[in-house]
């Protein structure tokens, strides 16, 4: 007798893990029309944690738990379609197609407004008081200033540092003569 109850409850116990053991689901989800693959489609097992999205060609792989559930794939731009788990099971290689959901959108007026930059510049230049560097008594600061000008048409002949006294003044008190190439530096 405790033999048999013993074989009865090791069948009992093995049938309930077979029957709780979850499932590979695998597939593909495409455009009903096009039969295009579709790319981050959201696969989800309904009032669970448990869920996927499709990969850049369209496959999938889900493990189903094994009491009955509902499959749930949805996607932006299409319908949502709803599967049950029970039928699933049978099926090595789910290909599911989804209809594209079509939405007609009420008209968007757009007004333009001040820019928000304005804002900021007329802020900006009625504080220009407040924010002047000079003003903070630790601001300290050295410059670099350097000109190039370049003369055009200018005659290598001629002598233009004679024609302005104000050059000839402080090429003079250098001690260097400047070459007559049409550069200043």
Do not use: W
């Not at 597939?27 to 999205?53: H, Y």
């Amino acid at each position: 007798m405790r033999k048999t109850f013993a074989v009865l409850l090791l069948i009992l116990f093995a049938c309930t893990l077979s029957h709780a053991q979850e499932r590979l689901l695998k597939g593909q989800v495409v455009d009903s029309k096009t039969k295009a693959p579709l790319a981050f489609v959201s696969i989800a097992v309904k009032n669970t944690t448990l869920g996927t999205s499709s990969d850049i060609n369209g496959k999938f792989s889900l493990k189903l738990p094994g009491k009955s559930c509902e499959l749930v794939v949805s996607a932006v731009g299409f319908d949502r379609i709803v599967y049950a788990c029970n039928a699933l099971y049978q099926q090595g290689f789910l290909i599911v197609p989804l209809v594209e959901k079509v939405t007609d959108l009420q008209e968007v007026v757009i007004r333009p407004k001040e820019n928000p930059a304005f804002r900021i510049i007329r802020l900006a230049v009625k504080n220009k008081s407040l924010n002047d560097p000079s003003q903070i008594p630790a601001f300290r600061y050295n410059t670099y200033n350097k000109l190039i000008a370049t003369l055009k048409g200018f005659d290598s002949d001629a002598d233009l540092l004679e024609t302005d006294s104000s050059m000839n003044a402080a090429a003079d008190s250098s001690g260097e003569k400047l070459q007559a190439k049409g550069h200043f530096l």
